[in-house]
């Protein structure tokens, strides 16, 4: 896998003038789509051409070169269906790349769409970007507002934390309402604005608001900290207020301990998608946790995707590849259906791909105006004893 990687370095690296000036050469009446990823091609390579890290690949350079990888597989599918799409990638670690460079440029003024694997500043300053052009700017990967307001050009595809609390406190609503429900956090700023996501999701429910306990704990807290608020006659629902993967591992491993006398069901945040809950000491509890993307096993195009990167690659297609793909074909496709018309129909849910994306407008609560668009589709994965057991 890393040798098919540093090829696709290498040919980026030998195309980076012509992405850069790309076009000056376009076609009449194409669309053109614009993508921003962090290739680090300058960091890959000195002023002579040449690798800089022999037979390794670095892992910073992952992330952004799978999205690419993804957004090139959907670049192949879509050019086979006929679409008349122009792609453009920039890369956001080359100095004549940056998107502040990039943007002044006049001919950028031909975009019609803009991807982004983003930073919050990067983010930022491509909204911005995109409401002067009045094109919309699909943020990929950043689960943050970046401060955009008043900016009906930007979506945000990776749900932010808000929502994700919101989700969550509707889903405890409707599964666990009688339940003993404790929310355990720690001392801490993001830890202060999870629980006031919480609470606004309370004062805003037109349900019935639900009795929960928050319990903040000392740092080196053991599991007699946890019995105190545990009920041995019911199963407990534990939601783990924190984004800090160390503290949610230790009292995953704490319940677990204790699950033959205290059954426990614990919730936990989107950060959860990376902790492997296959180790035995988190045997005997019931996990779940949220998140906008989740690549279904039996989906045929997982399959054919994970079958061309096995023989063709050697490898396997991490989550990025599949956003990239994702991000890329669908809103494609919509680009090439409506074109100029493309801001008022990002809803649409046309060329589903792999997840069903809901994308609302969020609206300023104190000027009611719409500050930008979210997916506000969240699937809830269970997980116990290691193995996913359902999605909801």
């Not at 998107?99 to 919050?120: A, S």
């Not at 319990?215 to 599991?223: A, C, D, Q, R, S």
Request: one cysteine or more.
């Amino acid at each position: 896998m890393k040798h098919i990687q540093l090829s696709v370095l290498i040919m980026l690296a030998l195309l980076q003038v012509l992405f850069t000036h790309a076009q000056a050469d376009s076609v009449q009446g194409r669309y053109h789509i614009a993508v921003f990823a962090p290739l680090y091609l300058d960091s890959a390579f000195d002023a002579g051409g040449n690798y800089r890290y022999d037979k390794n690949f670095p892992r910073f350079f992952n992330a952004g070169l799978e999205f690419w990888e993804g957004a090139q597989l959907a670049i192949d599918s879509m050019k086979k269906e006929g679409l008349q799409l122009e792609i453009h990638v920039y890369d956001t670690r080359s100095a004549i790349q940056k998107p502040e460079v990039v943007t002044r440029e006049e001919d950028f003024k031909n975009t019609d769409l803009i991807i982004g694997h983003v930073t919050v500043n990067e983010a930022a300053l491509l909204a911005h970007t995109a409401a002067t052009l009045g094109i919309p700017f699909i943020n990929a990967n950043l689960p943050n507002d970046a401060g955009v307001t008043n900016n009906p050009h930007f979506v945000v595809l990776n749900a932010t934390l808000a929502t994700h609390c919101t989700a969550i406190y509707k889903y405890l609503q409707k599964n666990f309402a009688l339940s003993n429900i404790i929310i355990f956090r720690k001392k801490g700023v993001q830890e202060d604005r999870l629980q006031e996501y919480l609470t606004d999701a309370a004062k805003t429910t037109s349900s019935v608001p639900l009795k929960v306990k928050y319990v903040t704990l000392e740092n080196n807290f053991t599991v007699k900290q946890l019995l105190p608020h545990l009920d041995s006659n019911v199963t407990n629902v534990c939601l783990v207020g924190s984004l800090d993967a160390a503290f949610a591992q230790t009292i995953c491993q704490q319940l677990a301990s204790v699950s033959s006398s205290y059954a426990s069901t614990v919730f936990g945040m989107p950060t959860w998608e990376m902790v492997d809950f296959e180790k035995p000491v988190y045997k005997g509890i019931e996990i779940y946790y949220s998140t906008p993307f989740y690549t279904d096993p039996a989906n045929k195009l997982v399959t054919a995707l994970q079958e061309h990167f096995k023989t063709a690659l050697f490898g396997y297609p991490s989550d990025m590849v599949y956003r990239g793909y994702e991000t890329m074909y669908r809103f494609g496709h919509l680009l090439s259906d409506h074109g100029k018309n493309l801001s008022s129909s990002l809803g649409e849910k046309k060329y589903k791909v792999f997840n069903d994306f809901d994308i609302q407008p969020v609206l300023n609560r104190k000027t009611m105006t719409l500050d930008y668009f979210e997916n506000k589709k969240l699937y809830f994965i269970r997980k116990v004893d290691g193995a996913v057991k359902a999605v909801y």
